[in-house]
């Protein structure tokens, strides 16, 4: 099985030229925006490039994953032996929580030491080297907010012992909610990636800008991304937007 080195790649071209394709073990990356902006589709790619390294991946979600399987099948450069042969896992975050009698919506003292517990045990009996967690809202909401600092940087020192990576999504599309209400700071990430939805005329744009990437020198130009079954293309914004 192949190590992710200091070049590890997200397998879209274009990104990997953005930000010089640095991605390091220990490294924890969030995707940030809306619902619908193109963060799930790149993050698959993410997943497909770790197996096609020949590297186990793991996808924790909060929906069913027979629909997730099958979404992620769409684009093209998927290839159905990887979930058949085991190279892709697909959890249930609440299936997860299933397992060790938690619920996130009402934890208990010590149910944070048992989910940080069980997610290192997933990386560790599946080999992971690459896991996404995407939305990561339900597990933040449910943290002590006091202790989601621990709980993150925990998960980064065990990814480094593990030559592993993770990144994680979080939709604002509730009331606005940003990642920092949920005492999720910079400290404990590498990566940070601003979408949005952008009205012009006559089309919404979703769009993407690297707002954080230790260890590389990244353009700071924001993105129009285009999302098909071909895969993911990027296009750089030269002129604002006209709002409606």
């Not at 925006?33 to 698959?44: D, F, M, R």
């Not at 601003?194 to 800008?209: H, W």
């Amino acid at each position: 099985m192949d190590e992710m080195g200091s070049d590890g790649s997200f397998g879209i071209a274009q990104l990997d030229n953005i930000s010089l394709g640095k991605i390091q073990p220990g490294m924890i990356g969030l995707f940030h925006g809306p619902c619908g902006t193109g963060k799930s589709s790149i993050l698959s790619h993410f997943l497909f490039q770790g197996a096609r390294e020949d590297g186990n991946v793991c996808l924790i979600t909060s929906e069913p994953p027979s629909i997730v399987a099958s979404r992620i099948s769409q684009f093209e450069g998927y290839d159905p032996k990887w979930l058949k042969d085991g190279y892709i896992t697909i959890l249930n975050i609440y299936d997860l929580m299933d397992i060790i009698g938690v619920r996130l919506c009402s934890l208990e003292v010590g149910d944070q030491d048992l989910i940080y517990d069980l997610l290192i045990q997933v990386i560790d009996h599946l080999d992971i080297k690459r896991m996404v967690i995407d939305p990561v809202n339900p597990l933040l909401n449910a943290l002590d907010k006091e202790m989601t600092g621990s709980f993150f940087q925990g998960l980064k020192n065990e990814l480094l012992n593990r030559n592993a990576t993770c990144f994680i999504s979080f939709d604002t599309n509730k009331d606005k909610e940003e990642w920092e209400n949920n005492a999720l700071s910079l400290f404990d990430l590498d990566i940070v990636v601003k979408f949005d939805k952008e009205i012009g005329q006559p089309i919404i744009f979703n769009t993407m800008l690297i707002e954080r990437w230790r260890s590389a020198q990244h353009t700071k130009t924001s993105y129009v991304v285009d999302i098909s079954k071909e895969g993911v293309i990027l296009v750089p914004r030269i002129k604002p937007l006209e709002v409606k």
